[in-house]
């Protein structure tokens, strides 16, 4: 997980970096609408419901998706993972319907 980090900060700290990690706030009103894309087998599956749910409790609009069968980063393999596609294509069904 460090060299993700190191690859979406580059040099910056982490805690030079607030929204990079928004778990670590303790108020999330105010953040624009979310959906909430989160993959069955994914390592980060419960931090992104734990996520989608501290929004909807803080008054956020927020959508959740989730994606049975899919692992984290389907949605760079449409064209690889049977599927993938599909689940791509709700969350920006999901998102056009946001922006309407």
Do not use: C, N
């Not at 030079?16 to 009103?29: C, I």
Request: hydrophobic content about 50%; proline content about 8%.
């Amino acid at each position: 997980m460090q060299r993700f980090w190191e690859e979406y900060l580059g040099e910056t700290p982490p805690a030079a970096a607030p929204l990079a990690d928004l778990s670590k706030h303790h108020d999330l009103a105010g953040l624009p609408s979310a959906t909430v894309v989160v993959a069955e087998y994914d390592p980060l599956h419960d931090e992104g419901l734990a996520y989608a749910a501290r929004l909807t409790a803080a008054g956020v609009p927020t959508a959740v998706i989730e994606a049975p069968g899919m692992f984290h980063g389907f949605f760079g393999m449409i064209e690889l993972v049977p599927h993938a596609a599909e689940w791509t294509a709700a969350a920006a069904q999901q998102l056009r319907e946001a922006l309407a």
